[in-house]
């Protein structure tokens, strides 16, 4: 019986091992009775004996004897010695045996096999690289003055609460939005979200049921894309021209539409009043939702900015979303949603359900920034420096591949694109621009549907000169030594 123990038993002491005494006399007990080197009715010796042989504190082989009866490893009784269980035994290496068969793999949702299959979000691996899309230049940010709204939220954090949309901030962000966007809806009408792409997530699961047909823009935003196709809707895209969606002619009936009037997501072209009343007449008539992104409408460049679609609606149709990561930084984590004031109850109890809350001393501070005129300072600071930046980068793809791409410049926004010419294919050029630190996300990947157009899409928002510089030296070059013939013609396309 002691030289079984003893030659199962073997520990490591002092510096040559990480795992306690106690976890490896546990660990080496329990292997034994798994593997039948102490088989099913086998004694050990008492607690004294073991802890003799071994040279162990009783109280630490006490514990583990304890703690194996407790799993069904042992039996114990009073003035008995531990036995190894017999039943229990046979059922954990029944479990065991079991385990080591080749197991059926757990059966996922069909929501979790949508998200799965999406191509949805564009991801690099490690730190974000010029001239990566939807980001701001966070070193330009006031975090100290920022921060200091945090600690002053933290300081006053209310303790039981039950608002998950704090007033404060829902009254001061309707203000800043009625003067810059143009928009018509009252304070509890606005949601408070972690993020935009949570907003629409929850919208499209408030709205649509398995199979209900929803339009997107194509090429068009992904994240709209993933978050309809993860709620099941059949998701249709619908080609664009410079007005924005065509949707005069179809015969097809959606029962919601996703826009980015003011900038089209990625084009950055934006839909003119006259399109944008004939989009909600349309859904007026058919009874259609409208969801309208309005991600970075906050930087706008050349003439005048156009009012939220929203703004224009009569009928109470359009489901109007926004974002702090674009005008701030992307570490704010906080998006917002209006709703229609006939849904704004639901909606809050949807967003409950789904614990999409930002918490309080976040709200309160953003509510301090943008009360305190930090947060629309710090856009006129931004619009400056992003206009700049979008030109000189418009100067620099001219420069170093003017004969290989053609460029719509945006009136406003983070970003822009640029068409290839025929030859080349997006995806393969924005392969070889990860490699060599750049990121240009491919215009191909857009589409909902059949592609129509090769380009590459680039931020400029939140690189500076030295950074855009670089990179435009890196696609000319590229584009430079690739040519991937596409079987078409050889139209050669400028920068204009």
Known sequence: MGDILAGLIDLERGSASSETLTRQLYDQLRTGILSGALPPGHRLPSSRDCAKQLGLAR????????QLAMEGYLEIAQGRRPTVAAAERKALLTGRNIAAKKAKPIALS???????KSDWPFVNSGPPQPLATVLADARLFPHDIWARCLRRAARRAPTGDPAINRTSLRTVLLRHLVEHRGVRADARQIIIMPSAQAALELIARVLLDAGDLAWVESPGYGGARAALD???????????????L????????????????????????????????????????????IVEDDYDSEFHYDG???????????????FYVGTFSKSMFSDVRSGYAIVPPDLADLFEKAQRHGSHIVPAPVQDALAE????????????????????????????LRTHAGDHLTIE?????????AYLNPQYDDRTISARLAKLGVTARPLSIHFTGPASDQGLFMGFAAWNEQEIDKAAAIIGQVLRDTATPRGGGSRKRNCR
């Open 110 to 116: 069909r929501w979790a096999e949508r998200v799965r």
């Open 369 to 396: 920034f943008i009360d305190d005129g930090h947060f629309a300072a710090h856009i006129r600071k931004m619009t400056r420096v992003y206009r700049g930046r979008r030109d000189h980068l418009l100067q620099a």
């Open 304 to 318: 005048r900015p156009v009012a939220a679609l929203q703004g224009l609606d009569d009928n109470d149709r359009v």
């Open 59 to 66: 109280n630490t082989v006490s514990a583990v004897i304890d």
């Open 230 to 244: 993860a709620a099941g809707a059949s998701v249709r895209g619908i080609a664009l021209d410079r007005g924005g």
């Open 409 to 417: 410049p945006p009136a406003g926004g983070m970003q822009l694109l």
């Open 246 to 289: 065509v949707f005069r002619g179809r015969r097809d009936r959606p029962r919601l539409i996703f826009v980015t009037p003011s900038h089209q997501h990625p084009t950055g072209r934006l839909m003119p009043v006259s399109r944008r009343q004939q989009l909600l007449g349309f859904a007026n008539e058919i009874g259609a939702a």
